[in-house]
C-alpha cells in the first residue's frame, strides 16, 4: 500500500528534478552557470542540462550589437552652448563573456560616463563651425577612448555616431539670419545681373534702331535729292533755268506741307507766314535772291580776272643769268 503510494510521488519528483536541469540558451545569447555561487561554465545557443538545485544560471549575456545614446551639453571654443547627441554601437566579445560579466556592474553607465569625458574634453576646442564640420573627428576620438576603456570588460565598440548637434535656440536663430541674408545677397547679385543684361540687350537694341533710322534717313535723302535732281532736268529741258526750277521746287514742297497739315484736323501745328500771297511771295524772293547771287558771283569772277591781268610776271632766273653774259661779251 505504502510502495503503491509512494510511485506515483517518486515519479513526480523525478520529473521535476529532470524539467528543473534542461534549460535552453537562445541564438546570440550566453548564459552564464554558477555552482554553489561559483562561476561553472558559459553555456551558449542550444539545449543544455544542469544539476538542479546545485547548478544555478547566474545570467544571461546579450551578444547583439547593441546602441546607447548619450546627450551631451558642453561649451565650444567661441563660448556657444551647444548638445551633442552621441550613438555607441557596442557589442560583448564573445570570448570574454566572463569578463563582461562579472567585471562590470553596468555597462551602459559606464559608457556615459566615457563619451561625457571625451565629448567635453574635445569639443572646447572647436568653434561652433568646426563643430559641425569635424563631428566625425568627434566620434573617432569617443570611439578611440571607449575602445580602450570597454576592451578589458569584454566590450567591443564597433561605431560611435555624432547623430545630432543642437546649438542654443538664440544661436540658432542667428545663423538662420546669417544664412538668410547670405542668400538675399546672393539673390540681390542675380536680380542686379539680369538688370544689367536687360539694360545692355536694351541699349543695343536702341543702337541698332538708332543706326537703321539713321541709314534710313540717309536713303530718304538721297532719294529726294535724287528726285530733285530728276526734276531740275525736266524743267531745264522746258526753258526753265536752273535757279527758277529750284525755286519753283521749293514752293511746291510748300504747298505740299500746307495740304498735309490740313488732312489732319487735330493737328495744333501753325505755319508762318502764311497767307494767300505766301507762295508767290516766296517764288519772287527766291528767284531774286538767285539773280543777285549770280550777279555777285560774275562781279567777282571778273575783279579777279583783271588782277590777275594786273599782277606782273616773275622773270626766269635763267633769262637773267644769259643777259648778264652778253653784257660781259659786248
Do not use: C
Amino acid at each position: 500500500m505504502i510502495a503503491t503510494v509512494l510511485i506515483p510521488i517518486l515519479v513526480v519528483f523525478g520529473l521535476i528534478i529532470l524539467f528543473t536541469g534542461i534549460f535552453t540558451v537562445k541564438q546570440q545569447t550566453s548564459a552564464v552557470l554558477e555552482r554553489f555561487g561559483k562561476f561553472r561554465s558559459i553555456r551558449n545557443s542550444g539545449l543544455h542540462f544542469k544539476i538542479p538545485i546545485i547548478d544555478q544560471i547566474a545570467g544571461r549575456i546579450n551578444l547583439k550589437v547593441q546602441q546607447l545614446d548619450v546627450l551631451v551639453e558642453t561649451k565650444t571654443k567661441d563660448d556657444v552652448f551647444v548638445k551633442l547627441k552621441i550613438s555607441v554601437q557596442f557589442q560583448v566579445i564573445k570570448t570574454n563573456v566572463y569578463d563582461a560579466f562579472y567585471k562590470l556592474e553596468s555597462p551602459h553607465d559606464q559608457i556615459t560616463s566615457y563619451v561625457f569625458d571625451v565629448v567635453r574634453a574635445e569639443v572646447p576646442k572647436m568653434k561652433l563651425d568646426d563643430v559641425f564640420e569635424r563631428k566625425d573627428d568627434v566620434a573617432i576620438a569617443v570611439k578611440r577612448e571607449l575602445n580602450q576603456a570597454m576592451s578589458d570588460y569584454g566590450y567591443d565598440i564597433i561605431k560611435t555616431l555624432v547623430t545630432d548637434i543642437d546649438p542654443d535656440s538664440q544661436v540658432k536663430s542667428a545663423m538662420n539670419r546669417i544664412n538668410a541674408a547670405e542668400r538675399e545677397k546672393v539673390a540681390a547679385e542675380y536680380v542686379a545681373e539680369a538688370e544689367r543684361i536687360k539694360i545692355v540687350a536694351k541699349a543695343r537694341a536702341e543702337a541698332e534702331s538708332k543706326r537703321l533710322q539713321g541709314q534710313g534717313i540717309a536713303d530718304q535723302r538721297r532719294e529726294i535729292a535724287r528726285g530733285l535732281e530728276e526734276s531740275v532736268d525736266v524743267l531745264n529741258n522746258v526753258g526753265i533755268n536752273s535757279q527758277e526750277a529750284s525755286a519753283l521746287i521749293v514752293v511746291t514742297q510748300h504747298y505740299d506741307t500746307l495740304q498735309s497739315i490740313g488732312e489732319h484736323t487735330n493737328s495744333n501745328l501753325i505755319l508762318l507766314p502764311n497767307s494767300p500771297q505766301a507762295g508767290s511771295d516766296m517764288l519772287n524772293n527766291m528767284i531774286a535772291s538767285f539773280t543777285a547771287s549770280n550777279q555777285i558771283g560774275e562781279a567777282m569772277k571778273e575783279k579777279n580776272a583783271e588782277l590777275l591781268a594786273a599782277k606782273p610776271k616773275p622773270k626766269r632766273k635763267r633769262e637773267t643769268r644769259n643777259t648778264e653774259e652778253e653784257e660781259e661779251t659786248e
